[in-house]
């Protein structure tokens, strides 16, 4: 069973960057497709960016195709979230998962997930 932390939330202003690391234990991650969600006030939990197991395939919410890119380290078992032109729309808590398929991934529904890392965009 695999475990996934978050890192690299927190305050930035409109306009700014931040990139978000999800580091994965208990298994190896080349075994999983992973990828982001996020859960903003209010809102349900949304589908940000996925990435399958070797990283050859990404895919991107339209919200933030263009000013996201995620990436991936299968030798250090981490995945990231490279997030540029940040919009105080963009304020959630952000979360990591896996799962075996992308699929899952892409339908919101991963066996795994971190616990979230807060980032708020400030206007």
């Known amino acids: 069973q695999v475990q996934l932390v978050e890192s690299g939330g927190g305050l930035v202003q409109a306009g700014g960057s931040l990139r978000l690391s999800c580091a994965a234990s208990?298994?190896?991650?080349?075994?999983?497709?992973m990828g982001w969600f996020r859960q903003a006030p209010g809102k349900e939990r949304e589908f940000v960016s996925g990435?399958?197991?070797?990283?050859?395939?990404?895919y991107y919410s339209g919200s933030v195709k263009g000013r996201a890119t995620i990436s991936r380290d299968n030798a250090k078992n981490t995945m990231y979230l490279q997030m540029n032109s940040l919009k105080p729309e963009d304020t959630a808590v952000y979360y990591c998962?896996?799962?075996?398929?992308?699929?899952?991934?892409?339908?919101?529904?991963?066996?795994?997930w971190g616990k979230g890392t807060l980032v708020t965009v400030s206007s």
């Open positions: 990435i399958s197991r070797s990283g050859g395939n990404t």
């Open positions: 208990g298994g190896a991650s080349s075994y999983y497709a």
């Open positions: 998962a896996a799962d075996d398929l992308n699929t899952d991934i892409l339908n919101g529904t991963p066996d795994y």
